[in-house]
């Protein structure tokens, strides 16, 4: 029998010995987080992806193992386990193989098939099948009794029983399966409808009323459109191969050719297919099909996510943030390099004599407060109120925010909590601001799902792109890591050991001992054991920390190491810390990185030549065209500037600077073949595109970066 290294390896062709350690450090309650950063050595620098795939396929193992003991149970209670039968199940590790084998056993309503049985017709079914006697119609006579009351009506009964044994092979169905997989077309067409209303609904699907597309081939945004009409009952909908050549491969696998039953048997292999395989089989297709595009959409909608969270960061500078409106006015917020609010109030820019007071009050407010950077909502009207504030020369960065769920923050549990005496336009300006401060530290209190980076997301299962938005996010949050005296209680719930409950436990601690002052102090901590700790402690950093480590990325199981990494080139701790000439000589200390691991060693050593450098990539100010602010001010042929806001399968959405997004396709990222989006461009990439066709009257844009 497989054991489950093995079925892993088959799965993904990683050594055996890192799936061991993984799946043994698993077991231990180590986090992926974790595992993926400090313990590269014994899995081989494996990343957070591979770590993921190696924990769900032991997942998916152990499901298999307890299914075959249940089928296997279930078989021997009904006394037809044979040793071939047993054998077969035991090297079975494909889940649709496993079902067939267990089909012919299973419990299901009565068939025709089971009918024909109890009325005595399964040894002319298996004469018939033998395809020998000369005259069926002779040897089904001896069948007839108060129930076959005919010739005719044995030959039915016992073709029946024929046509399910053809159903319930196992061989025969993963033959099917093969050419479904291989050769299986869509077909789609509108379903007539005699009210009106319905039929204007059913246009904005119009791609699809007369549609057909090979399975295999189709992308999973159209396979989900397709699904999703059909389940509002716009669409007819089939998949199947080409139904001829089907049956001639059964016919080949079940008849033998020129025998006197030939067509007779002819007729039972049809019937078995249309009756019995064909419906199933492409029940089970769609399946696969929908899951294979519910998964392409939800690791569309996490890959977004991630380069979404890991956007650059302002830091920490005191910001002016302002949520752009028109008739009510610009609420705008000052804040503290903590994101803490020191200041509110509304500004007009719509009218001359409101402008001059608007001037007046935010050149007080930037000396007041001291103000290093203003953000504004990239909203309505936000390119309008940018450029004004530009053209006020205030000698300050001023940043085009991208303010997508801020509204639902704002209504928030979190925001309330946070903001409680101040209404939700103060709270998403607050929102934007800190967003340009720390994008990670504030979108991690909004709900994944209204960032707005999803594709057919509605569509998809909720619980599985849940966990995959939360696997992501922790992803982030640990990649990057978190001040453990300033980060709130959402950013610390992400972080590897932790979770809810020692989140609000540590906040707790801090406000009652004013902060920590070391990572030891962690164990302090209200049920945070020593496993928490080992988890979560070098994601959690201590600016300013007594021992320099604490703010770094170094582990605190390495922190002996490294002070005698110290003492052999004559340096204390602080010294060393940042001094790269020093820190190159350590490359020398040989015996130490065999002892705590090559990869662990180098990561030690990059540390030190540069402490808690950020990985995420530095920030850049608004590069939107002046002369661009609608549809109509666009040429074809023209060349602009975009940031990349959205990413599909098809293609990718550009943010030009006006209201309509332009669409990026697929087809137009390069000159040569291109396979996935996510190899040409990334969320928030600024690039220089052609425009390449304009359709006013839909606002549609499209764009290129082909020569």
């Not at 044995?154 to 319930?168: C, F, H, L, N």
């Not at 992501?472 to 980060?487: E, H, M, Q």
């Not at 137009?668 to 390449?692: H, S």
């Amino acid at each position: 029998m497989l054991d489950k290294i093995k079925y892993i390896q088959n799965h993904t062709n990683i050594n055996e010995k890192y799936i061991q350690a993984v799946i043994q450090l698993n077991s231990e309650g180590s986090t992926i987080a974790f595992i993926a950063r400090y313990r590269k050595d014994k899995t081989g620098n494996m990343d957070e992806i591979n770590i993921a795939q190696i924990i769900k396929l032991e997942h998916q193992f152990d499901e298999l193992l307890k299914r075959k003991t249940f089928i296997i149970e279930s078989i021997t209670e009904q006394n037809k386990l044979t040793d071939d039968l047993k054998k077969n199940i035991d090297n079975c590790w494909d889940k649709d193989l496993l079902e067939d084998l267990y089909l012919p056993y299973k419990q299901r309503k009565k068939t025709k098939a089971d009918i024909a049985i109890e009325n005595g017709l399964e040894p002319l079914a298996k004469i018939i099948l033998a395809q020998k006697e000369t005259d069926i119609e002779y040897k089904a006579q001896r069948y007839i009794n108060d129930k076959i009351k005919t010739v005719e009506n044995a030959i039915e009964g016992a073709s029946d029983i024929v046509a399910q044994w053809i159903s319930d092979d196992a061989e025969t169905r993963n033959m099917l399966r093969q050419r479904f997989e291989q050769h299986a077309f869509i077909y789609t067409k509108v379903i007539k409808f005699k009210d009106k209303t319905k039929e204007q609904e059913a246009d904005k699907y119009k791609d699809y009323f007369n549609y057909s597309e090979k399975a295999a081939n189709a992308p999973s945004h159209r396979i989900l459109a397709i699904m999703r009409a059909y389940d509002e009952g716009y669409l007819k909908l089939s998949i199947e191969p080409d139904e001829e050549k089907t049956l001639e491969a059964l016919d080949r696998k079940w008849i033998n050719r020129y025998s006197n039953t030939e067509k007779l048997m002819l007729d039972i292999t049809k019937d078995a297919y249309k009756r019995l395989i064909q419906p199933s089989l492409e029940n089970e297709w769609k399946t696969k099909l929908f899951e294979k595009a519910e998964q392409d959409a939800i690791q569309i909608f996490a890959n977004n996510l991630q380069q979404l969270l890991l956007s650059a960061p302002l830091g920490n500078k005191r910001i002016m943030a302002i949520d752009p409106g028109i008739r009510t006015g610009c609420k705008t917020v000052c804040q503290n390099e903590l994101g803490q609010l020191l200041h509110h109030t509304v500004l007009y820019f719509n009218q001359s004599s409101d402008m001059e007071k608007s001037r007046l009050a935010m050149n007080e407010m930037i000396t007041k407060y001291n103000i290093k950077a203003i953000a504004i909502g990239n909203g309505t009207a936000g390119r309008d109120t940018a450029d004004w504030v530009k053209n006020q020369q205030f000698k300050l960065p001023v940043y085009l925010v991208n303010e997508d769920g801020a509204s639902v923050y704002s209504v928030s549990e979190i925001a309330r909590k946070e903001f409680p005496d101040h209404d939700v336009t103060v709270r998403g300006a607050v929102s934007i601001g800190r967003r340009l401060m720390d994008p990670l530290a504030e979108l991690v209190k909004i709900d994944a799902k209204s960032i707005g980076v999803g594709q057919y997301q509605h569509d998809v299962n909720q619980n599985k792109l849940k966990q995959a938005l939360d696997e992501t996010v922790a992803i982030c949050v640990n990649r990057v890591g978190v001040n453990l005296n300033t980060a709130g209680e959402e950013l610390l719930t992400h972080v590897s050991g932790l979770g809810p409950i020692l989140a609000k436990n540590i906040i707790k601690f801090r406000d009652e001992k004013g902060g920590f002052k070391s990572r030891e102090e962690l164990k302090k901590v209200t049920r945070l054991g020593d496993k928490a700790y080992e988890q979560c402690a070098g994601f959690l950093k201590i600016t300013e920390a007594e021992n320099p480590l604490d703010s770094s990325s170094v582990h605190p199981e390495q922190y002996q190491n490294v002070a005698w990494m110290a003492k052999t080139v004559g340096m204390d701790l602080k010294q060393l810390i940042g001094n790269e000439n020093e820190v190159k000589k350590l490359h020398s200390l040989t015996d130490l990185k065999e002892k705590i691991g090559e990869f662990t060693f180098n990561d030690i050593l990059k540390e030190l030549a540069k402490p808690g450098l950020d990985p995420r990539d530095s920030i850049e100010e608004n590069i939107f065209e002046d002369n661009i602010r609608k549809i109509e001010d666009l040429k074809v042929g023209m060349k602009i500037k975009g940031i990349v806001s959205n990413i599909t399968n098809f293609g990718a959405f550009i943010d030009i600077g006006i209201k309509q997004s332009g669409l990026l396709h697929i087809s137009e990222m390069a000159n040569q073949f291109v396979r996935n989006p996510n190899d040409v461009v990334k969320l928030n990439q600024v690039l220089t595109l052609k425009v390449k066709e304009i359709d006013v009257s839909r606002n549609r844009i499209a764009l290129s970066l082909k020569d």
